[in-house]
């Protein structure tokens, strides 16, 4: 807390006033020291004094004041001023600012992983929240100083022990129309339970913004602030509309923080091989590494779409963990795509029983589904107002897309036309059986009788030779006489009909 690096800060000693309201007293408010500052404010760490149980007790909160670097001096008396041409500018930023700390008021105490915000008012011409204070560790340097002393980032375990309550806290702000807008390692504070357990909270709500049910922000400055490889790309141009895949952006970055140990760069140089390769290297489990790949897609559009579904693709409870794997060339941790999926699915579980078809159906389905794919990247005629980035990105996930589309259908066609053959093949047997069951069993087989003489056996003919004397005697007169083989071909074919012995087993 050292104030000679914040000039524009308020000095230690410096004694705020706050009016009080209806629920909080007026209160006096010491500055001991500045916790850190930002582009639209200075965090301070201050002491005040509260009744307890008619003691008098000295406590310490943060209070956070409203102070634009670029457009904002300090005068002598403490009080704030604007420079010249931004008075406009700076007053509209200070509305908005008290706005959501009212907001952020409002809805404190409602969740534990949430800072929790006490009063707000107005000062030295300039706008003030109270919060509580934590006094502990930002995750930054708790990941900085673990992987100084042991040489290594957190494991998967600990590090996912940590982000599900901060997810927690931002799918509560969602859930209540407030996007954070800045949530990275320095913005998360650690505390110990009664359990002595870490836990995190989420801190600076300097760039929150609250949305109305249509998606529109209920105040009409847009502070377009960003801090760089924890931001996504549409972030740098400001967010006009409410869009929870900003803070899945953040949330993602800030997950590969912990399991690498390594700050994530700017958002269009994080590709997703790169993100992988990281995590795979520092031995985190393929279910985690695709999650976060995911939320850390460059497309907004294609992008893990709220905080629920994250977390419910890091696995819920997380016991993946326990097995993390090691890294493997590229062209084998890539996760397979939804259309190799169903091609396997179909050729395990309805392919039809001649092995060469089956194979054949597969190659047909894998080829077309290419050639569809192929298609796919070839439509750059649709994006001619788009940048190279944004087209690559727009024409790669729209093919995509299609393909997963066209795969679901070619697959569900045919699992309808097998269960079609299964169903036509069921009823013919069952017919069959059902005719066989009417007529009378069949004859038993004549008995061959092991003799070297045949002529007194009225059956067989004379010479040993049967199909020798078949065969003669088609040459005389044309036509096979009925013979005990005739009798046994016949029964063979109708086996066949049954569906008994084939020609090969013959």
Known sequence: MESSKYPQA???GTALLSPGTAGNPPRRYVIQGVLGAGGFGITYKATTRITFQNLPVDISVAIKEHFVNRDCRRSHDGSVTSTDGYRDEVEASRKAFRTEARRLNEISGRCPYIISVNEV????????YVMEFVDGKTLSDYVSHHVANTGRPLS???????????????????DNRVLHQDIKPGNVMLCLNEHGRLYPKLIDFGLSKHYDAQGQPTSTINMAGYSEGYAPLEQYRGVSS?????????????????????????????????????????????????????????????????VRTFMQELGGTGSHTERPISPTPRSDIRQETPFQTKVEEIKDETAPKKKSKG????????????????????????????????KHSQESSMAYQDSIATADSIAAAIAEYEQMQADSAHRADSLERERLSKQESPQPKPYYPKKKNNKDNPILPKENNVGSKIKSNKGESGKTPTSILETTTNNDKENNAKGGRGDEEL
Request: charged fraction near 20%; include cysteine; aromatic fraction near 10%.
């Open 10 to 12: 308020l000095p230690v």
């Open 121 to 128: 008012f107005d000062a030295n011409e300039t706008t003030y």
């Open 156 to 174: 998967e375990e600990e590090a996912l022990a940590l982000f599900r309550p901060l997810s927690e806290a931002v799918s509560f702000l969602h």
């Open 242 to 306: 409410f869009a929870p895949t900003v803070d899945v952006y953040a949330l993602g970055a800030t997950l590969y923080f912990m399991l690498t140990g390594t700050r994530p760069r700017p958002a269009g140089d994080m590709l997703p091989d790169d993100i992988r390769t990281a995590l795979l290297a520092a031995g985190v489990s393929t279910v985690t590494c695709e999650a976060v790949v995911h939320a850390m897609e460059e497309s907004r559009n294609y992008r893990t779409p709220d």
């Open 359 to 390: 194979k054949a159906k597969a190659l047909i389905i894998f080829s077309t589904l290419l050639l569809l794919l192929a298609g796919g990247f070839a439509a750059p005629s649709l994006f001619d107002g788009c940048s190279d980035s944004d």
